[in-house]
T-cell receptor, first 118, second 113 residues
């Protein structure tokens, strides 16, 4: 199946700093990618839909100025957590759909990025 | 998007068949039923998808009754490595053009030796 990578896999930062997380589709192009957040023992929460060449679409309650999304190419989307605080500590996961081969609701997920804000 | 209801957790033993049922009473005509598996500290993985009747692949089977208000994921002869959270999702893949996936609480399956 298609492969999605994320970098870094784990990051620890001080409160007030910004952190960038990269999501790459390695063997397919993705006009749309998705960003999720997951707290321990909880389900995935969709944060935003990243669209190549246009602005991201954020879910209700997600601060667009805090979670900056850039989808500059068909294989790369980035999520920047600005002025991170301890409550932003979470597991961030991206996904993408290979429209050439995927089943209708099949998305390929990255391995996730564990963010810890001290 | 149709809301789904699944058991919060299930326990099984190695070699047994596990059936996880998902309720989706408000499923729409164009909705498909999709199941994902997630191991700790990993992204979810697509398992199987169906619209009606029965679908089988190398990993699992999906049973969907005629009224489509529920579905059952069947895992044959589970092993310890099947311990994971299983999510049932329902949605119209052709609506909105973006294929948003909204995850419910999922079912935490624990397989014991």
């Amino acid at each position: 199946g298609a492969v999605v990578s994320q970098h870094p896999s784990r990051v620890i930062c001080k409160s007030g700093t910004s952190v960038k997380i990269e999501c790459r589709s390695l063997d397919f192009q993705a006009t749309t990618m998705f960003w999720y957040r997951q707290f321990p023992k909880k389900s995935l929460m969709l944060m935003a839909t990243s669209n190549e060449g246009s602005k991201a679409t954020y879910e209700q309650g997600v601060e667009k100025d805090k979670f900056l999304i850039n989808h500059a190419s068909l294989t790369l989307s980035t999520l920047t957590v600005t002025s991170a605080h301890p409550e932003d500590s979470s597991f961030y996961i991206c996904s993408a759909r290979d429209e050439g081969t995927a089943a209708y609701n099949e998305q390929f997920f990255g391995p996730g990025t564990r963010l810890t804000v001290l | 998007l149709a809301k789904t209801t699944q058991p919060i957790s299930m326990d099984s033993y190695e070699g047994q068949e596990v059936n996880i049922t998902c309720s989706h009473n408000n499923i729409a005509t164009n909705d498909y039923i999709t199941w994902y598996q997630q191991f700790p500290s990993q992204g979810p993985r697509f398992i199987i998808q169906g619209y009606k009747t029965k679908v089988t692949n190398e990993v699992a089977s999906l049973f969907i009754p005629a009224d489509r208000k529920s579905s059952t994921l069947s895992l044959p002869r589970v092993s310890l490595s099947d311990t994971a959270v299983y999510y049932c999702l329902v949605g119209d893949p052709f609506s909105g053009g973006y294929n948003k996936l909204i995850f419910g609480a999922g079912t935490r399956l624990a397989v014991h030796p």
